[in-house]
Structures are given as C-alpha cells and as structure tokens.
C-alpha cells in the first residue's frame, strides 16, 4: 500500500543546506575603489534544478506547480508561481526586466526574462516551506569583479573556498554533493518495494516564446498593486 508523505515527515530533510558544489553566487553592488580595484558583493543561491532535484528525492510525484497567469506592468514581467507540496499550496512572486538599455542608449530585448521570473518565484515559494531558506541568511562578501564580463573574478577554487567560509560563518556544516544513495524522505519506499511513478506532474516548463508575445500585448491596469506585491518581498 502506498502512503501519503506529509511536510512533517521531510521537513527536516526540506531545510538541510545544499551541497557547497550546487551554490553559485550572484554578482551585487558592483563598486572601484581609489585605487582602481572592482569588487562586489556576492549572494550566494541555488540553481532552480538543485530545489527540482531536492524535492524528487524527498516526494517524487507529490509536488506539482499549477499554472499561474504572468503579469506585465511596465518594463517588468512578473510570474507568480505555485508550490504544491504534499498538498500544501505555497505562492510567491518572481520579477524582470523585459528590456534595457545598452552602453550606447539602444533599447536590447532581453531574452530570459520569463525564465529568470520564473525560476526566482519558484526557488522564493520553495523558501516558503524551509527548502533553500537558509541561503536569504547567509553573510554577504565583498569578492573580485570584473565589470567587462559583469561578473565575479574567481577562479573555481577560490569560488568553492568562499561558499565554505559562508558555511562555516553561518555555523553549517559542509554537506556532500548527493548521490542516488544519499535520497531520503518518501523515496525509501522504493526500498520497501512501492514502485516509483514514472515521471513527476510538474515543474512547468519556463515560459515559453508564444506566451512571452502574448504577455507583452497585456496592458496592466493596475500597476498600484503590482508594485505593492513586489515591494512584500
């Protein structure tokens, strides 16, 4: 007989750190000094596959994230997205910018607008049930930039040194990269002999080109509470 996980049985499991080779770090405030040097702050973050990844070990096939409708108020896309995980609903919004301004004044298309909304409201709903939360708590660096390639000049090396200096700022503990026998949760009762589904109901798909088309043709009209909405978060 199959049984029901609940968000008590895994919740311990939900909230454990993420392996030091998933975290990858997001250039902040670039900034020169006196003499020349650029640096920035570094926010550390997981890859929306690592939360995908974490969830189908611990409840393969019991999370789905529902469709949801985007929104455009002004120059800015907005995705909600649902978490749906063990029957518990979780909701919060991910933002964009659908065009910017190059270094010569051009107007430039951005192309991953809805990918990158929608993976930012995906991995914040996650934080929501305790998966990934701990990352909006950890200390903020100032690192190396490079502002011709906008982005933070560390080697690979120095990368890995500076998520294990956040680990241990923040009092965790270095957690190994997962592997098929580190699975725990509800995928033990493939153990006990319950067959596992053969595919998961969700995560959707990004946004796709079509539906991006269509969202641009939206006129928001009422772009108060939108702006209310993300100033929440």
């Known amino acids: 007989m199959t049984t029901t996980p609940s968000l008590s049985s895994i919740e311990a499991s939900l909230r454990q750190p993420f392996p030091i080779e998933e ?3 997001l250039p902040k405030a670039p900034t020169r000094n006196e003499q020349g040097q650029w640096s920035c702050l570094a926010f550390p973050y997981a890859d929306k596959r690592a939360y995908e990844d974490r969830l189908n070990a611990l409840v393969f096939a019991h999370w789905s994230t529902p469709p949801t409708s985007p929104i455009v ?3 800015k896309l907005i995705i909600p997205v649902t978490v749906v995980l063990c029957e518990v609903a979780r909701t919060d919004f991910g933002e964009a ?3 910017s301004l190059t270094r010569t004044g051009e107007v430039r298309e951005e192309e991953n607008s809805a990918t990158e ?3 930012q409201a995906f991995r914040r709903a996650c934080a929501q049930f305790g ?8 200390p903020r660096l100032w690192v190396p930039y490079d502002p011709k390639r906008h982005a933070i000049a560390l080697s ?7 998520i294990e200096q956040l680990y241990h700022q923040a009092g965790l503990q270095r957690v190994p990269k997962q592997t098929s026998s580190h699975r725990e949760g509800f995928s ?3 153990a006990a002999g319950t067959e596992r589904p053969a595919s998961n109901e969700a995560p959707a798909e990004p946004i796709s080109e079509r539906q991006l088309n269509w969202i641009r043709q ?3 009209n009422d772009a108060n509470r939108i702006e209310r909405i993300c100033a929440a978060y």
Request: aromatic residues 12%; neutral net charge; charged residues 10%.
């Open 23 to 25: 975290i990858k770090l």
């Open 73 to 75: 108020a002004g120059n």
């Open 218 to 220: 939206q006129v928001c």
């Open 97 to 99: 910018f659908l065009s």
């Open 131 to 138: 998966l990934g939360r701990y990352l909006y708590d950890l």
């Open 117 to 119: 909304a929608y993976s």
């Open 188 to 190: 033990a009762a493939s």
């Open 156 to 162: 690979h090396e120095a990368h890995a040194q500076t």
